[in-house]
């Protein structure tokens, strides 16, 4: 779907026997097989094409399931070849032929069930309203949209920004209850579904009359700015759509909000939707600068060379072991630059470094800490 | 290896009681993957559905003592053992052409210590060469070795099969690197070189596995000498009228005992070629990039010095930013659609002699490629990027278009290519390889290049690996005991 036949028969004709970028695929380096690299898989899907595997061997989808898709190898690569969207394609492939793991249709029956893919108790925007007090105005220019990791699994992200816009007194409103914008399943192959999500977020949108959208969640934002036209899902014309970075960026200039200044050292991780799909580098950076009296201690592997915290790839859901390796690694690159905070922009990503939080910096998401500067 | 499955089961479970259960794999799709490197003939024959040599089990140990074990298991059922790093040689090294087991190293990828006042560090074989340079550059120190392959090749890669980087000239060879080095013998006996390389205590040990292709056993572990990271590293680019007047650069560069880090001259269709390609330099004549690094004060002079050199040859001094778009950008002819790609037929026959003899050399190269291959339409392009005090390294390449379809007539034409090129390199004074191995590609000519010192070699291999379980075929050795 995102890629053409042309595209596709290119990518993996260019993957298939390269072995250039097996330094930038985190699986691969985790798991140390040459399966689960690049040109692993780029040679999977020769073969299966040609028939000399077959797709209904449990390896083909335990491989193809094993991959962040985090757009880091296409950024090593001089070719530019797209080897994620080519995994993505390949994924969508086995979820037609009825061969995705049964957590892609676990995942999609809960997001079709409770908005969110993960497992566990969802918490609704209303019951944060209600723990904020903050109000929401039907009708507002201002929608905001938090995504399902803030709903499920860093709730804290959602809960400043409240407090921040009532502290503000910006007028907004809200999807009640809020769905899922499709984003994991479109990373996990299943197109209807993710289509189908897309279309009632976009429906919604345009029936709540908002002129802005701002989304918490780095990765709802590359699904509403990068793939829900293509999913037949186009967002009304004339909406704007922000990431909350850039929404704060805009606010503080506009509004001259006064910030008070922090101290410790910092450093920042680019969640890889911003990092790459979006190229959203530098907003976290300079609102992070201007909250902050010190510059950042930047990572190793920042803007387009970030590496993935383990939020990528739906893999939470099917290999979450590689997942939380993933991110010890990433925590250890911010842990060896010394600073303090661990600033991210992406409920997901801060769930997850949170999880492995050592005694080294603290995780925080860049929300939490606009709201104690205010 | 034709084994009943009863057989091969057994083989599996004790594979597995070593290493772990999941770190055995009998899987076909590992073993499709691992049937091939970056060498031509395998990547042909997968690309043209014939059925590749695969082996029957790959294993990820974690350690020499699990090696070790996993030797001792093979000898006992005369098992090919082939070790695999990165998988990055040209040459098929790793290609199980006999079955057996792929050892991937890659899980023996801790780095053991860094040694910041005698600048080196020992780590594990299986450690990824990028990932190593990273850590090394956090203190900053670098290994100094940056050869195309670093983003997927494994320390043990590099000496396995005498690899060389793009700053060799003078940081030298992955071999000119290597302190000390532990090794598994092919029948489980764990050793280690003495701990430093200059000594006066015999033949060193360490040179019997530096360059051996995984045939004398496995290196496990590798003590490397380290550089700072230099104050500064400058490049420049001239454009010379001819090959013949860049060589007498270069020449000139090195027998001066500048020590440039690098020296890259490229031949007129290189220059047209690639460089138009990569670098966007649209240029006639013979390209050339040098670099220096050190103190900024040394760089001042060794600059100003080679200048002086390749202005008085008549080289068009083409300031600094061609030759550092060509540094930012060295990888990028290495990844496709930029490098050679199937269904064209190509091959790097890369070879190194003396000054006295490079440019024949080359000449004789390119009329055998040239003239030999005409009705194929074949072509020649060389650059020379390795620069030594006595000699210099040309990288050559033959390339065929439309080369014939079927995969049998394929492989004949580039294995008669092969043939004549490395003799036209032995009749000129050259050698089989300079950097990229021996593998499956070359070993068949490696009698012939050594002569009656191919005993020694033979006699060595024999005693080490009397089952003839390591690697079997490649580097010039027979098949399994």
Known sequence: MFLTDEERKLTIHGCRFCPMCFHADTVAGITCRETNSPRGRGLLLFALENGVLKWDDPAVADILYKSFTDGLPEEWCAGHYDHDELVIDARHRLVEKGLAPEAVGQAAARILATGSPYPGAVQALKDQLAETGALVTPGADLLVFSGCGARSLYPATIRSFLKILTAKQVPFNIIDPEPCCGMPLYQLGDFANAALQAKTVSMQIAHSGAKEVVLLDADCFRMFTTRFARFGAPLPAGLKVSHVSEWFCRMIAECKWALKKRTECWTYHDPSSLARFTMLHEPPRELLTSLFSQEPLEMHGNRGKAFCCGEGGGMSLTNPEIVHEAALRRYEQARNTGAELLVTCSPGCASLLSQVQGDGPIVRDLVELVEEAI | ?481
């Open chain 2, 1 to 481: 290896m034709a084994a009943n499955e009863l057989l091969m089961d057994l083989i599996k479970n004790e594979l597995m009681d070593i290493a772990g259960r999941d770190d055995v794999s009998t899987s076909e799709v590992d073993r499709y993957v691992y049937s091939t490197d970056v060498y031509w003939i395998p990547r042909m024959w997968l690309d043209r559905l014939q059925g590749p040599a695969l082996p029957d089990f790959v294993v990820y140990p974690e350690s020499a003592a699990e090696v070790s074990r996993i030797l001792k298991v093979a000898n006992r059922f005369r098992l090919p053992v082939i070790p695999y790093g990165g998988g990055t040689g040209s040459q098929g090294g790793t290609v199980p052409l006999y079955g057996g087991i792929i050892l991937d190293l890659k899980k023996m990828n801790r780095i053991v210590r860094i040694d910041e006042k005698s600048l080196t560090v020992t780590a594990q074989a299986g450690i990824n060469g990028q990932v190593l340079e990273w850590e090394l550059n956090r203190r900053g120190l670098t290994l100094a070795h940056y050869p195309a392959s670093e983003y997927g090749a494994t320390l043990g890669g590099y000496i396995a099969a005498r690899g060389s980087g793009t700053l060799s000239t003078k940081y030298g060879k992955a071999e000119d690197m290597v302190m000390s080095l532990e090794a598994v013998l092919p029948q489980g006996d764990i050793i280690r070189s003495l701990p430093i390389p200059s000594h006066s205590c015999g033949p060193d040990v360490r040179q019997h596995f530096v360059g051996s292709e995984g045939t004398m056993g496995v290196i496990t572990e590798v003590t490397m000498r380290l550089d700072p990271i230099p104050e500064e590293r400058r490049f420049r680019s001239y454009l010379f009228s001819d090959l013949a007047t860049g060589l007498e650069a270069g020449r000139r560069i090195m027998t001066h005992r500048y020590h440039p880090c690098t020296i890259r001259l490229y031949d007129a269709p290189s220059t047209q070629k690639f460089i138009k390609r990569v670098l966007g330099i649209d240029a006639d004549g013979s390209f050339m990039v040098t670099g220096t690094d050190g103190s900024k004060a040394l760089v001042d002079l060794e600059e100003a010095g080679i200048q002086e050199i390749c202005v008085s040859l008549g080289g068009h001094d083409l300031g600094r930013e061609a030759g550092e778009t060509w540094w930012k950008q060295r990888y990028d002819f290495y990844y496709p659609p930029f490098t050679p790609d199937l269904p064209e037929l190509f091959g790097t026959i890369e070879s190194t002699t003396t000054y006295d003899k490079i440019l024949p050399l080359y000449e004789a190269k390119k009329k055998a490629i040239e003239t030999g291959y005409k009705e194929w339409g074949a072509t020649y392009t060389g650059h020379f990027s390795h620069w030594f005090p006595w000699g210099v390294m040309v990288y050559d390449r033959f390339y065929i278009k439309r080369p014939p379809h079927d995969a049998h007539e394929a492989m004949e034409l580039h294995n008669m290519i092969w043939a004549d090129a490395a003799r036209a390199s032995l009749v000129s004074g050259g050698i089989l390889n300079d950097h990229h191995g021996i593998g499956l590609k070359l070993g068949w000519l490696m009698p012939e290049q050594y002569g009656p010192a191919w005993q020694i070699l033979a006699g060595i291999k024999k005693m080490l690996d009397p089952n003839g379980i390591m690697n079997p075929g490649k580097l010039g050795f027979g098949f399994p005991g």
